[in-house]
């Protein structure tokens, strides 16, 4: 049991040094560290309890003698075991509730919600036993003692209940932000509660009487009436669960790290591919250019001898026109300048739908605002339209549909067309770069990767979903922005 | 950066914070004694531990640093003992020091053997020993060592108050019968016969001990326990304890008072003090534990537990429970140890602790306090003297907490039969020895 709180220490340390620019890492911080504390203190004071009784401490078949040794130097009383299982439980709640709340977006809530449980976690700690001890004065008021062990009674069931309770509502919570949160931010919110099960499930178990047996302030000051709660099969199921859950997190920091470095992956990679992109594409467009200039000098002496005059003209424009179409192909450029603002979907949309007065929009949220750079945004957005009127051309009734509405704390711009489609195999490649479902001179398929690119960089994402020949959806995730 | 460095500095503060619990030990020089006490500061024998540690100084210019850690005491030392870093002297009842320091091979505290055989008595007896009863230390010897040296008897047996009893005309029992007649004429004058906190099984399990005492003799509850193929349980003595235990419960003749399965300490005994019940089945600390709350006129009365017709067991077998010193091995000033001991035990002390505390010394010349005068014939009687709970408590605490509890407790509830009870006791005690191998 006790090999726990070194490994959740250093799965601690770890993580923070891996993530360390995660702000919300604080209140998860506050779970490991949090339990590894009461269980160090639980350990301590059911060994201290089992000795004083003569009983074995099942939560504990070896090791103490070393628990004891340990406590030579720390010299914790049994009221400061004690103490170790309030600070750690304080600290366990802290974090249960603020983890999944910094999961937010929404700044507003957290502090709410960490104000909600900073309540019965100050409760917790004022029920330390030292505090008791001073005001009730147990030396002196031995008469009034059944008054006093029923107030504690009280105030211990009370405790009880918010611990379980706010172990409840981290989990509720967790699932409620789970089943609000977008689509594409799901895989993140799945992989925390799935972390965060086996952990609190261990603490409920493990803690299910707490602090029921704390100890009673009474004349004589003895441990000697408290009996240890955990039975052989409870500290069965917790060795059980000890194990199941440090799987489950260590399995969790891999994935959850994997993503990580997959995400950061993607994006080198994807930098990468467009820097070679860009000069493979100035290399080539500078080649071709040069051929038709060849083929066009060859046409002008062809010209000036005056010999198959209207072939040489012909071949004389197509090269002039394929040159100007060169020459006015987009340079990529290797980092983009980015200039944010807030703006109102009423008129980012109002732009487009005086732009393409023929596709039909409709705003449910205008004076919802996001921060974007607004020249790419609406570039992003009129991609999608050209996309969308390329796959419903030859289609007998067009349409094409630019939506907003609010999801959570995301806006979500929707374009969808009942164009050709594009089937499942081809869903996956959509973003990735130079993947055209059309490839053509100028359709070199960098339309949607650089537009997700440019979403990412807004704090959003891209979805895409189609079904052949009946529909294609594009939806765009952007953060709310609050009018603070 | 910074605020996330403050947070995590926060944290860091509360845990060392949290581990604070104060206190620093100091070892003992040649000029003192370090005396790691039982009590609670306050307490009439802490009171009087220091007016002789004070006493002792004056006179041998050794200084007993005390520290009062209470009824945890060996559990609060145990990190010392187990470091080589021991005070000089502890105290606590007998079972509890030999529970903890003679465990096994392990043994902690060093013999007394030499020092109450062969050093003078403190009036010039010839030996230490000659204060006491020497059947009654040697009860907690091992190996024929002795390693405690004692200054407080106690005994359980019922106390009442005579004044109520004689109210309703009704005298002390000196048999099951005469017991359960006087409960049932208490029951029917609305009065409950038996006061018990339930929530304290040591309290409950007095009945069962004692019962078995009486009708087979001391010893066999702790054969009992030590039997791994729990057929010992058979023996119909058992069942007869059994059944008289379950008379007076709740599933019987309902003796206790309402609610008594769930009373929590120190209810009962409060209620018992106010006249509102008869008898308390209890150690002799309840007298001065109630003597604040006992209503005026109130008589303290003492009988031992009920003879049972053709029982094997006596009002002449005692129980012994003492409370007195150990010195632990390694301890700096063993010398000044004993002196303390010796000191403690002279004939003025021990009487003054009597009067003090209002409880019984463990020198036997030495005069009962007044709330406690009906004890003592019972104790001059005494032709055999044995272990509190039958030394069951004491060698097999782990199958006491264990096994014997939650069965006697839902026996004295009357929540099962007897029948139920002994064939709970035999598959469990079998059960409890087959997980031990």
Known sequence: MIYLIPVYLIFSLIVTIRQKKDSSLLWFLLMPIGFSLALFGLILFTEYVSFANFIENPLLISSNLFIWKLNYYLDLSIFGMYRLMDVGIALYMLGAIGFPLSQHPRRGLLRKGSFIVAVPALLILLADPGILQHVFEPDSVFQGMQEILSGLNILNRLLNILVKAALITSLVLSLWIYSKTPKPFRKRSELIILGLVPIHVLVFVLFYWFPSHSIHIWRLSTVKLISLPYTRFTASLIFVLSFFSLGVLIYISIVYNSFALNDQRHQIGFKARMKTAGSGLKIFTHSIKNQFIAVKLLAEQGLVQEAGQQQLQGIHAICEKTIARLNALPVLPDRIALTYSHLTTSSLLGRIEKEYPDIVVRNTVPAAKMVVDEHYFIEVLRNLIINSKEAVRGVEIPYIIMYCSRQLDYLVISVEDNGCGIDRARQKHVFEPFYSTKPSITNWGMGLAFSQQLVESFGGTMRLESMPDIFTKVEIYIPEASDE | ?437
């Not at chain 2, 019968?177 to 409950?192: C, H, M, R, Y």
């Not at chain 2, 005492?213 to 001391?218: A, D, K």
């Open chain 2, 1 to 437: 950066m910074r605020k996330r460095l403050s947070i995590l500095a926060l944290i860091a503060l509360t845990l060392l914070g949290s581990l604070y619990a104060g206190g620093t030990q100091e070892g003992a020089s040649d000029g003192s004694i370090e005396y790691v006490s039982m009590w609670n500061a306050g307490e009439p024998q802490a009171i009087f531990m220091e007016t002789m540690a004070k006493q002792f100084e004056e006179e041998t210019g050794i200084k007993v640093d005390i520290t009062f850690a209470g009824r945890d005491v060996l559990t609060k030392i145990r990190s010392r003992l187990l470091m080589q870093d021991a005070p000089d002297l502890i105290d606590q009842d007998f079972s509890e020091l030999s529970g903890a320091l003679l465990k096994d091979d392990n043994v902690l505290v060093e013999p007394l053997n030499d020092f109450l055989y062969k050093t003078e008595g403190p009036e010039g007896q010839k030996q230490m020993m000659d204060l006491f009863d020497e059947h009654l230390v040697k009860l907690y010897a091992k190996d024929d060592s002795i390693y405690f040296f004692p200054y407080e008897f106690i005994t359980s047996g019922f106390f009442y108050d005579k004044t109520l009893f004689a109210e309703h005309g009704l005298a002390s029992p000196e048999n099951w019968k005469e017991f359960i007649d006087i409960n049932q004429q208490l029951t029917s004058a609305g009065v409950p016969a038996l006061a018990l906190d339930g929530n304290i099984s040591f309290y409950n399990a007095y009945y069962y001990y004692w019962a078995l005492t009486r009708v087979m003799g001391p010893g066999h509850l702790k054969d009992a326990a030590a039997d791994a193929s729990g057929k010992v349980w058979d023996d119909p003595g058992y069942l007869s304890a059994a059944r008289m235990v379950y008379e007076l419960s709740a599933g019987g003749k309902n003796f206790f008072q309402p609610g008594y399965a769930g009373s929590n300490y120190p209810a009962a005994q409060a209620d018992w003090a106010l006249n509102k019940s008869g008898s308390i089945l209890c150690g002799t600390w309840i007298p001065s534990e109630t003597k604040e709350q006992q209503v005026d006129g109130f008589e303290v009365g003492f009988y031992p537990f009920p003879e049972v017709s053709g029982g094997k067991g006596s009002s002449a077998d005692v129980e012994a429970y003492l409370i007195g010193f150990a010195i632990p091995t390694g301890a700096k000033n063993i010398e000044g140890a004993k002196a303390f001991m010796k000191y403690i035990s002279r004939k003025e002390n021990a009487e003054k602790l009597a009067h003090d505390t209002i409880n019984i010394a463990a020198r036997r010349d030495a005069s009962y306090p007044d709330l406690l005068t009906e004890v003592k014939p019972v104790v001059e009687h005494a032709e055999n003297f044995h272990v509190s709970y039958d030394g069951a408590m004491q060698l097999y605490p782990e199958w006491f907490a264990n096994v014997f509890y939650p069965a006697d407790n839902d026996l004295v509830f009357g929540k099962i039969t007897p029948e139920a009870f002994i064939a709970r006791m035999k598959s469990e005690t079998a059960r409890y020895w087959e997980s031990k191998k």
